[in-house]
Nanobody
Framework: QVQLVESGGGLVQAGGSLRLSCAAS????????MGWFRQAPGKERAFVAA????????YYADSVKGRFTISRDNAKNTVYLQMNSLKPEDTAVYYC?????????????????WGQGTQVTVSS
């Protein structure tokens, strides 16, 4: 079992930055690929970014490429999402997820554990 706890959400003006963190329980964190997903009001949950167990491979949704950066610190059992140049359309609940595989992918159905989510609101 892996428990995930997100933090770092909040209210920010357009053009601003936020860094989300996701702390994971367990001693084999580096065996899990990690992902960030988001769900905007009235929309389905969607892929944002993912990182492999080593941290060497990363994947991004087209809508966030060049603005968001996913990273992980395996010594701290934590994955991060640095979000820059935020836009109102980035407003959503952001979820951290863990996949019981070393290799990451973009499909949320392949992730086995989920956090409770953290709200990000970007004002115009």
């Amino acid at each position: 079992q892996v428990q995930l706890v997100e933090s770092g959400g909040g209210l920010v003006q357009a053009g601003g930055s936020l860094r989300l963190s996701c702390a994971a329980s367990g001693r084999t964190f580096n065996n899990y690929a990690m992902g960030w997903f988001r769900q905007a009001p009235g929309k389905e949950r969607a892929f944002v970014a993912a990182v492999s167990g080593s941290g060497f491979s990363t994947y991004y949704a087209d809508s966030v490429k060049g603005r968001f950066t996913i990273s992980r610190d395996n010594a701290k059992n934590t994955v991060y999402l640095q979000m820059n140049s935020l836009k109102p359309e980035d407003t959503a609940v952001y979820y951290c997820a863990a996949r019981s595989r070393f290799i990451a992918n973009t499909s949320q159905r392949d992730y086995d554990y989920w956090g409770q989510g953290t709200q990000v609101t970007v004002s115009s």
